[in-house]
DNA sequence: ACTATTTGGTTTGATGTCAAACTAAATGGG
DNA sequence: CCCATTTAGTTTGACATCAAACCAAATAGT
């Protein structure tokens, strides 16, 4: 297998893994969530709350279009308060709301439930080791794409 | 870090990868093509062509409605051929065309180019030894949905 | 100070994807 | 043989995402 056969294959690899694990997660998130709003609920959860919209469409690796959409779904749903920064008229400031981090538990409780059977299959010394590699590729990948920096 | 952890950790790390990958793809296809345009090619390339739609969404793991889509596209464009099948009234037959050979052929060479400086970056022997951990991830998951079987 | 540029966010239009309902063909049990 | 079930594909309606155009606030260069 050559060099570029081997990227290939990898990426292709890592695509369908990605699919399948998001496919997973929209099977099993409570109440119509998609993976996206977890995944963003949970950065807020990680990084504190108050990050600017633009901040956390580049730590999930979205346009900051997607993250207006993805904001005002959380905020319709009372998940997020989005406030205005008043130090800087053109962004904005985002808190999880009481509800958001009581959400956010509800859906890592129904996930790792859903993930219980499946989960004890992987081999954790193995997911461990490759972690490395996939942390490499993320930090190459977005590197090379010079607009939309890096975030998280 | 336990073990629900290290699962969400890899899963989130491998969507962010999967999803700058994609990116890079579609920024770098030529003509609008999108990656799942380019996957849906070069696995018909792969297999030889004749395969039915419904074995080429399991192969890709998307849904039989998606694939209806993507091919239409891609007959749209004339890069492949869609013929019904004279053994099974309910089923079609897809062919590469020429022109959809040509077209592969093209867009991977845009690809490779663009990957060229990036690719130098990745360590090969890294790569290559993550493979068998994504496949194995792979089947776990393939095998968890037990709706929409596992192709390929 | 004033204009030009940059930056944060929204809007718009297009597209990829999915789930669910639907159609038509094949298969199987009586 | 016939009806019930399964199977392949399409259609429909919803939604996430993106790129590009846009607006408004901040910053910089002169």
Redesign the pocket.
């Known amino acids: 297998m050559d060099d570029d056969t081997l990227i290939f294959t990898f990426f292709n690899e890592i695509g369908i893994v990605s ?1 399948l694990s998001q ?1 997973f997660l ?2 099993h998130l409570p109440d119509g969530l ?4 977890f995944a963003t609920l949970n950065h807020l959860y990680r990084v504190g709350d108050g990050s ?4 956390i ?1 580049n730590a999930m ?11 005002s ?1 959380l905020e319709k749903r009372e998940l997020v308060q989005i406030s205005s ?1 008043p130090r ?5 400031k985002v808190f999880l709301t009481p509800a958001g981090r009581a959400f956010r538990l509800e859906a890592i409780g129904e996930v790792t439930t859903a993930m219980a059977t499946v989960a004890s299959l992987f081999d954790r010394a193995e997911l461990e080791s490759s972690l490395p590699t996939l942390q490499r590729v993320r930090k190459i990948l977005d590197a090379e794409r010079t607009n939309r920096p890096s975030g998280d």
């Open positions: 699919q496919a929209n099977r998609h993976s996206s709003h600017t919209p633009l901040a469409a690796q979205v346009t900051k279009a997607t993250m207006t959409h993805t904001l779904v920064n800087d008229g053109r962004s904005k």
